[in-house]
Protein backbone atom coordinates (compact mmCIF):
# COMPACT_ATOMS: atom_id res chain seq x y z
CA UNK A 1 0.00 0.00 0.00
CA UNK A 2 3.64 2.37 0.01
CA UNK A 3 2.65 3.13 -3.64
CA UNK A 4 -0.97 4.06 -3.37
CA UNK A 5 -1.14 8.09 -3.40
CA UNK A 6 1.01 8.85 -1.26
CA UNK A 7 -0.54 12.63 -1.36
CA UNK A 8 -3.84 10.81 -0.92
CA UNK A 9 -3.20 9.17 2.12
CA UNK A 10 -1.58 12.57 3.81
CA UNK A 11 -5.09 13.89 3.73
CA UNK A 12 -6.48 11.64 5.42
CA UNK A 13 -6.86 13.25 8.91
CA UNK A 14 -8.14 10.52 11.51
CA UNK A 15 -8.88 11.81 14.99
CA UNK A 16 -6.69 10.46 18.14
CA UNK A 17 -8.63 7.47 19.03
CA UNK A 18 -8.44 6.78 15.35
CA UNK A 19 -4.81 6.82 15.79
CA UNK A 20 -3.89 4.71 18.56
CA UNK A 21 -5.76 1.97 16.71
CA UNK A 22 -4.40 2.34 13.62
CA UNK A 23 -0.61 2.60 15.71
CA UNK A 24 -1.46 -0.79 17.62
CA UNK A 25 -3.49 -3.22 14.76
CA UNK A 26 -0.37 -2.78 12.40
CA UNK A 27 1.94 -4.42 15.69
CA UNK A 28 -0.57 -6.42 16.71
CA UNK A 29 0.73 -10.30 16.94
CA UNK A 30 4.42 -8.99 15.80
CA UNK A 31 7.74 -9.11 17.31
CA UNK A 32 7.37 -5.36 17.47
CA UNK A 33 5.46 -6.31 21.18
CA UNK A 34 7.96 -9.42 21.56
CA UNK A 35 5.94 -12.25 22.38
CA UNK A 36 7.82 -16.66 22.96
CA UNK A 37 9.66 -18.90 20.60
CA UNK A 38 9.29 -22.78 21.06
CA UNK A 39 12.19 -24.62 20.45
CA UNK A 40 12.37 -28.23 19.49
CA UNK A 41 14.80 -30.00 21.41
CA UNK A 42 15.32 -32.72 18.31
CA UNK A 43 15.93 -31.06 15.57
CA UNK A 44 16.12 -26.73 16.47
CA UNK A 45 12.99 -26.03 14.97
CA UNK A 46 11.52 -22.69 16.11
CA UNK A 47 7.73 -21.91 16.25
CA UNK A 48 6.71 -18.13 16.95
CA UNK A 49 4.13 -16.56 18.71
CA UNK A 50 4.11 -13.00 19.41
CA UNK A 51 2.11 -10.92 22.02
CA UNK A 52 -1.14 -9.11 21.03
CA UNK A 53 -1.83 -5.40 21.23
CA UNK A 54 -4.52 -5.47 24.03
CA UNK A 55 -7.00 -2.72 22.08
CA UNK A 56 -10.46 -2.84 22.19
CA UNK A 57 -11.61 -2.09 19.34
CA UNK A 58 -8.64 -4.72 17.31
CA UNK A 59 -9.80 -6.99 15.32
CA UNK A 60 -7.24 -9.44 15.60
CA UNK A 61 -6.76 -10.17 19.41
CA UNK A 62 -9.32 -9.63 22.32
CA UNK A 63 -11.22 -12.79 21.90
CA UNK A 64 -10.66 -13.96 25.79
CA UNK A 65 -12.49 -10.62 26.74
CA UNK A 66 -14.99 -11.55 24.75
CA UNK A 67 -15.51 -14.95 25.83
CA UNK A 68 -15.40 -13.68 29.49
CA UNK A 69 -17.79 -10.64 28.65
CA UNK A 70 -20.62 -13.80 27.03
CA UNK A 71 -19.65 -15.24 30.27
CA UNK A 72 -20.81 -12.82 32.85
CA UNK A 73 -23.83 -11.57 30.28
CA UNK A 74 -25.55 -15.73 30.79
CA UNK A 75 -24.86 -15.50 34.43
CA UNK A 76 -26.90 -12.33 34.41
CA UNK A 77 -30.36 -13.46 32.54
CA UNK A 78 -32.87 -14.83 33.98
CA UNK A 79 -34.82 -17.89 33.61
CA UNK A 80 -37.26 -16.17 31.45
CA UNK A 81 -38.35 -15.95 27.46
CA UNK A 82 -35.99 -13.37 25.88
CA UNK A 83 -37.02 -11.11 23.15
CA UNK A 84 -34.60 -9.59 20.50
CA UNK A 85 -35.24 -6.10 19.50
CA UNK A 86 -33.37 -3.61 17.18
CA UNK A 87 -33.84 0.40 17.41
CA UNK A 88 -32.43 1.95 14.57
CA UNK A 89 -31.34 5.94 13.85
CA UNK A 90 -33.21 7.32 11.13
CA UNK A 91 -29.99 7.62 8.27
CA UNK A 92 -31.46 11.76 8.04
CA UNK A 93 -29.55 11.92 11.89
CA UNK A 94 -26.26 10.73 10.75
CA UNK A 95 -24.65 13.59 10.32
CA UNK A 96 -25.23 15.08 13.64
CA UNK A 97 -24.40 11.63 15.07
CA UNK A 98 -20.92 11.77 13.29
CA UNK A 99 -20.82 15.03 14.51
CA UNK A 100 -21.72 13.97 18.01
CA UNK A 101 -21.34 10.79 18.47
CA UNK A 102 -20.47 10.32 22.44
CA UNK A 103 -24.09 12.65 22.74
CA UNK A 104 -26.24 11.03 20.09
CA UNK A 105 -25.34 7.41 20.86
CA UNK A 106 -25.44 7.64 24.63
CA UNK A 107 -29.39 9.00 23.53
CA UNK A 108 -30.36 6.45 21.15
CA UNK A 109 -29.15 3.84 24.02
CA UNK A 110 -31.26 5.89 26.47
CA UNK A 111 -34.70 6.27 24.18
CA UNK A 112 -34.50 2.53 23.32
CA UNK A 113 -35.05 1.89 27.12
CA UNK A 114 -37.40 4.81 27.88
CA UNK A 115 -39.72 3.40 25.23
CA UNK A 116 -39.66 -0.24 26.64
CA UNK A 117 -40.17 0.49 30.10
CA UNK A 118 -43.03 2.78 29.10
CA UNK A 119 -44.85 0.31 27.11
CA UNK A 120 -44.25 -2.73 29.53
CA UNK A 121 -45.65 0.03 31.97
CA UNK A 122 -49.03 -0.25 30.27
CA UNK A 123 -51.46 -2.97 31.96
CA UNK A 124 -52.69 -3.62 28.63
CA UNK A 125 -49.12 -4.74 27.66
CA UNK A 126 -47.26 -5.89 30.64
CA UNK A 127 -48.14 -4.15 33.62
CA UNK A 128 -44.37 -4.67 35.20
CA UNK A 129 -40.77 -3.84 35.11
CA UNK A 130 -38.84 -5.78 32.24
CA UNK A 131 -35.00 -6.19 32.31
CA UNK A 132 -32.79 -4.91 29.22
CA UNK A 133 -29.33 -5.75 28.14
CA UNK A 134 -28.39 -3.73 24.98
CA UNK A 135 -25.18 -3.33 22.74
CA UNK A 136 -24.61 -0.16 20.39
CA UNK A 137 -23.44 -1.15 17.26
CA UNK A 138 -22.70 1.41 14.32
CA UNK A 139 -22.44 -0.57 11.15
CA UNK A 140 -24.29 -3.19 9.06
CA UNK A 141 -22.29 -6.08 7.34
CA UNK A 142 -21.19 -4.01 4.65
CA UNK A 143 -19.51 -1.19 6.91
CA UNK A 144 -21.46 1.27 6.35
CA UNK A 145 -22.54 3.60 8.59
CA UNK A 146 -25.59 2.16 10.03
CA UNK A 147 -26.38 3.51 13.42
CA UNK A 148 -28.44 0.85 15.80
CA UNK A 149 -28.92 -1.17 19.10
CA UNK A 150 -29.70 -4.19 19.76
CA UNK A 151 -31.71 -5.15 23.00
CA UNK A 152 -32.21 -8.61 24.59
CA UNK A 153 -35.54 -8.16 26.73
CA UNK A 154 -37.28 -9.69 28.95
CA UNK A 155 -40.50 -10.75 27.70
CA UNK A 156 -42.16 -10.07 30.65
CA UNK A 157 -42.08 -8.12 34.18
CA UNK A 158 -41.68 -7.80 37.43
CA UNK A 159 -44.10 -6.03 39.87
CA UNK A 160 -42.96 -4.46 43.29
CA UNK A 161 -44.33 -6.98 45.28
CA UNK A 162 -42.17 -9.53 43.24
CA UNK A 163 -45.07 -10.95 40.51
CA UNK A 164 -43.72 -12.22 37.45
CA UNK A 165 -46.00 -10.89 35.21
CA UNK A 166 -46.20 -12.09 31.26
CA UNK A 167 -47.59 -9.46 28.42
CA UNK A 168 -50.69 -9.91 27.30
CA UNK A 169 -49.73 -10.61 23.57
CA UNK A 170 -48.18 -14.27 22.83
CA UNK A 171 -45.30 -13.08 20.74
CA UNK A 172 -44.47 -9.53 21.54
CA UNK A 173 -44.60 -7.12 24.23
CA UNK A 174 -46.28 -4.20 22.32
CA UNK A 175 -48.21 -3.55 19.10
CA UNK A 176 -45.46 -2.31 16.65
CA UNK A 177 -46.88 0.90 16.01
CA UNK A 178 -46.91 1.60 19.49
CA UNK A 179 -43.37 0.77 19.87
CA UNK A 180 -42.37 2.96 16.79
CA UNK A 181 -44.28 5.69 17.59
CA UNK A 182 -42.86 5.77 21.54
CA UNK A 183 -39.63 5.36 20.15
CA UNK A 184 -39.94 8.56 17.91
CA UNK A 185 -41.36 10.92 20.68
CA UNK A 186 -38.76 9.72 23.23
CA UNK A 187 -35.83 10.22 21.67
CA UNK A 188 -37.40 13.60 19.46
CA UNK A 189 -38.56 15.13 22.63
CA UNK A 190 -34.89 14.12 24.24
CA UNK A 191 -33.08 15.42 21.61
CA UNK A 192 -35.13 18.96 21.31
CA UNK A 193 -34.30 19.14 24.47
CA UNK A 194 -29.97 18.95 23.81
CA UNK A 195 -30.44 21.70 20.85
CA UNK A 196 -32.42 24.10 23.51
CA UNK A 197 -29.44 23.63 26.26
CA UNK A 198 -26.86 24.05 23.00
CA UNK A 199 -25.08 20.71 23.78
CA UNK A 200 -25.04 19.74 20.17
CA UNK A 201 -22.97 20.95 17.45
CA UNK A 202 -24.40 21.26 14.15
CA UNK A 203 -25.25 23.13 11.21
CA UNK A 204 -29.04 22.95 11.38
CA UNK A 205 -31.32 23.93 14.20
CA UNK A 206 -33.82 21.31 15.24
CA UNK A 207 -36.34 22.42 13.72
CA UNK A 208 -34.74 21.80 10.14
CA UNK A 209 -33.05 18.51 11.25
CA UNK A 210 -36.84 17.23 12.40
CA UNK A 211 -39.11 18.84 9.96
CA UNK A 212 -39.46 15.21 7.93
CA UNK A 213 -38.35 12.69 10.78
CA UNK A 214 -41.51 13.33 12.82
CA UNK A 215 -44.00 12.00 10.07
CA UNK A 216 -41.85 9.21 9.37
CA UNK A 217 -42.23 5.64 11.31
CA UNK A 218 -39.15 4.90 13.33
CA UNK A 219 -37.59 1.24 12.58
CA UNK A 220 -38.01 -1.12 15.45
CA UNK A 221 -37.59 -4.70 14.62
CA UNK A 222 -38.46 -7.67 16.99
CA UNK A 223 -38.02 -11.30 16.83
CA UNK A 224 -40.62 -13.89 18.68
CA UNK A 225 -39.12 -14.83 22.77
CA UNK A 226 -36.97 -17.52 23.21
CA UNK A 227 -35.91 -19.17 26.15
CA UNK A 228 -32.93 -20.32 24.65
CA UNK A 229 -30.76 -17.75 23.85
CA UNK A 230 -27.68 -18.68 23.47
CA UNK A 231 -27.61 -17.39 19.61
CA UNK A 232 -28.67 -14.35 20.84
CA UNK A 233 -25.45 -14.32 23.57
CA UNK A 234 -23.14 -14.91 20.89
CA UNK A 235 -24.47 -12.50 18.41
CA UNK A 236 -24.12 -9.56 21.16
CA UNK A 237 -20.58 -11.06 22.16
CA UNK A 238 -19.16 -11.27 18.88
CA UNK A 239 -18.48 -7.07 18.16
CA UNK A 240 -18.28 -6.34 21.87
CA UNK A 241 -14.33 -6.15 21.99
CA UNK A 242 -14.21 -5.93 18.07
CA UNK A 243 -14.13 -2.75 15.61
CA UNK A 244 -17.06 -3.50 12.90
CA UNK A 245 -15.17 -6.49 10.86
CA UNK A 246 -13.02 -9.14 10.62
CA UNK A 247 -9.71 -9.97 8.77
CA UNK A 248 -11.49 -12.87 7.44
CA UNK A 249 -13.54 -11.10 5.48
CA UNK A 250 -11.00 -8.67 3.83
CA UNK A 251 -8.61 -9.58 1.39
CA UNK A 252 -6.21 -7.09 -0.62
CA UNK A 253 -5.77 -7.56 -4.47
CA UNK A 254 -2.36 -5.91 -5.08
CA UNK A 255 -2.30 -6.46 -8.64
CA UNK A 256 -5.18 -4.50 -8.37
CA UNK A 257 -4.85 -2.05 -5.74
CA UNK A 258 -7.99 -2.48 -4.26
CA UNK A 259 -9.98 -4.28 -1.34
CA UNK A 260 -12.54 -7.05 -1.42
CA UNK A 261 -15.05 -7.08 1.76
CA UNK A 262 -17.08 -9.94 1.94
CA UNK A 263 -20.22 -9.53 3.79
CA UNK A 264 -24.46 -10.49 3.95
CA UNK A 265 -26.25 -9.36 1.68
CA UNK A 266 -29.41 -9.21 3.41
CA UNK A 267 -31.66 -7.57 0.77
CA UNK A 268 -31.37 -10.78 -1.44
CA UNK A 269 -32.02 -13.01 1.57
CA UNK A 270 -35.17 -15.83 1.41
CA UNK A 271 -37.02 -16.25 4.12
CA UNK A 272 -35.85 -19.33 6.50
CA UNK A 273 -32.47 -19.37 4.61
CA UNK A 274 -29.39 -17.72 5.58
CA UNK A 275 -28.18 -14.37 3.69
CA UNK A 276 -26.12 -14.72 0.56
CA UNK A 277 -22.71 -13.11 0.23
CA UNK A 278 -21.78 -10.63 -1.69
CA UNK A 279 -18.41 -8.71 -2.19
CA UNK A 280 -17.69 -4.96 -2.18
CA UNK A 281 -14.65 -2.91 -3.92
CA UNK A 282 -13.07 -0.33 -1.99
CA UNK A 283 -9.68 1.73 -2.48
CA UNK A 284 -7.24 1.15 0.13
CA UNK A 285 -7.58 4.32 1.84
CA UNK A 286 -11.63 4.20 1.71
CA UNK A 287 -11.52 0.72 3.08
CA UNK A 288 -9.43 2.05 6.33
CA UNK A 289 -11.56 4.98 6.51
CA UNK A 290 -15.07 2.65 6.48
CA UNK A 291 -13.33 0.79 10.04
CA UNK A 292 -11.93 3.49 11.61
CA UNK A 293 -15.40 5.43 11.51
CA UNK A 294 -16.64 2.97 13.69
CA UNK A 295 -14.27 3.67 16.70
CA UNK A 296 -16.32 4.42 19.70
CA UNK A 297 -16.12 7.57 21.43
CA UNK A 298 -12.98 7.49 24.34
CA UNK A 299 -14.68 5.81 27.45
CA UNK A 300 -17.93 5.23 25.92
CA UNK A 301 -20.00 2.06 27.45
CA UNK A 302 -20.98 0.59 24.17
CA UNK A 303 -23.04 -2.57 26.18
CA UNK A 304 -25.35 -1.24 28.84
CA UNK A 305 -28.24 -2.40 31.44
CA UNK A 306 -31.29 -1.74 32.84
CA UNK A 307 -34.58 -2.37 34.64
CA UNK A 308 -34.09 -5.88 36.09
CA UNK A 309 -30.61 -5.70 34.84
CA UNK A 310 -29.49 -3.00 36.21
CA UNK A 311 -27.37 -3.92 39.52
CA UNK A 312 -29.22 -0.38 42.03
CA UNK A 313 -32.49 -2.20 40.30
CA UNK A 314 -31.29 -5.82 40.77
CA UNK A 315 -30.36 -4.75 44.79
CA UNK A 316 -33.18 -3.20 45.09
CA UNK A 317 -35.65 -5.98 44.58
CA UNK A 318 -33.63 -8.97 45.19
CA UNK A 319 -35.69 -10.07 48.79
CA UNK A 320 -38.92 -9.78 46.63
CA UNK A 321 -37.54 -12.01 43.28
CA UNK A 322 -38.94 -15.27 43.13
CA UNK A 323 -36.92 -17.82 43.08
CA UNK A 324 -38.17 -19.92 39.83
CA UNK A 325 -36.82 -16.72 37.39
CA UNK A 326 -33.20 -16.90 38.90
CA UNK A 327 -30.12 -18.72 36.79
CA UNK A 328 -27.27 -20.23 38.92
CA UNK A 329 -24.13 -18.35 37.78
CA UNK A 330 -22.59 -20.23 35.00
CA UNK A 331 -18.50 -19.39 36.00
CA UNK A 332 -17.96 -22.29 37.62
CA UNK A 333 -19.51 -24.27 34.84
CA UNK A 334 -17.36 -22.61 32.10
CA UNK A 335 -14.53 -23.27 34.41
CA UNK A 336 -14.93 -26.77 33.96
CA UNK A 337 -15.76 -26.54 30.11
CA UNK A 338 -12.58 -25.01 29.63
CA UNK A 339 -10.52 -27.33 32.10
CA UNK A 340 -12.01 -30.43 30.17
CA UNK A 341 -10.90 -29.31 26.70
CA UNK A 342 -7.42 -28.38 27.45
CA UNK A 343 -7.50 -32.27 29.03
CA UNK A 344 -8.64 -32.90 25.28
CA UNK A 345 -5.70 -30.98 23.62
CA UNK A 346 -2.62 -32.84 22.22
CA UNK A 347 0.11 -31.89 23.63
CA UNK A 348 2.27 -29.82 21.28
CA UNK A 349 4.68 -31.27 18.02
CA UNK A 350 7.11 -30.34 16.91
CA UNK A 351 5.74 -29.78 12.61
CA UNK A 352 9.03 -30.81 10.98
CA UNK A 353 9.96 -33.82 13.28
CA UNK A 354 6.98 -34.40 15.33
CA UNK A 355 8.85 -34.31 19.00
CA UNK A 356 6.78 -33.16 21.63
CA UNK A 357 10.53 -32.27 23.79
CA UNK A 358 10.86 -28.35 23.59
CA UNK A 359 12.11 -25.12 25.66
CA UNK A 360 10.58 -22.04 25.61
CA UNK A 361 12.16 -18.71 25.41
CA UNK A 362 11.22 -15.17 26.27
CA UNK A 363 11.21 -12.83 22.68
CA UNK A 364 12.11 -9.46 23.66
CA UNK A 365 10.41 -6.72 21.42
CA UNK A 366 12.10 -5.19 18.82
CA UNK A 367 11.16 -1.60 18.19
CA UNK A 368 12.85 -1.01 14.99
CA UNK A 369 10.65 -4.21 13.34
CA UNK A 370 8.00 -2.02 12.16
CA UNK A 371 10.12 0.51 10.34
CA UNK A 372 11.10 -2.60 7.78
CA UNK A 373 7.52 -2.57 6.28
CA UNK A 374 6.27 1.15 7.07
CA UNK A 375 8.29 4.36 6.20
CA UNK A 376 7.48 6.77 8.58
CA UNK A 377 7.70 10.57 7.59
CA UNK A 378 8.13 12.48 10.58
CA UNK A 379 7.46 11.38 14.89
CA UNK A 380 4.83 14.07 15.13
CA UNK A 381 2.38 12.76 17.77
CA UNK A 382 -1.43 12.26 17.50
CA UNK A 383 -4.02 15.65 16.98
CA UNK A 384 -4.70 17.04 20.38
CA UNK A 385 -8.51 17.45 19.10
CA UNK A 386 -10.23 14.33 19.65
CA UNK A 387 -13.41 14.30 17.37
CA UNK A 388 -13.81 16.41 13.89
CA UNK A 389 -14.63 15.99 10.53
CA UNK A 390 -13.08 13.14 8.70
CA UNK A 391 -12.09 14.51 5.17
CA UNK A 392 -11.04 11.54 2.68
CA UNK A 393 -10.47 12.25 -1.36
CA UNK A 394 -13.60 10.61 -1.77
CA UNK A 395 -16.01 12.12 0.46
CA UNK A 396 -18.07 10.95 3.08
CA UNK A 397 -19.84 8.05 2.20
Aim: with cysteine; aromatic share 10%; glycine share 4%.
Amino acid sequence: MRDFGEAYIKTYTPYREQINLIRAMRICKSPALGGKVIICKQCSEKHYVYFSCGHSHCSICQSIKREQWLDKLRSELYKVPYVHTTFTLPHDLNGLARKNPSMIYGLLMRSAWKTIKQVSKEDANIGALPGMISVLHTFGSDMKYHVHVHCLITFGGLTENGEWKYPKRKYKIARYRQLCGVYRSVFLKSLKRLFEKKELDYHLSYEELTKELSKKRWVVHNTRPTIDTKVLEEYLAKYINRVAITNSRLQYAKTQKKVFLIYNDYKRQKSGEAAPKAMRQLDPLMAIHQIMQHVLPPYFQKSRRYGLHSPATKKRLSEVMPDKIKRNGQTIRTLLEILTQLLKQQPYKCANCQSTEYDIEEIKPDKSWICQYISISNGRSPPQTLYMSIPTPYGNR
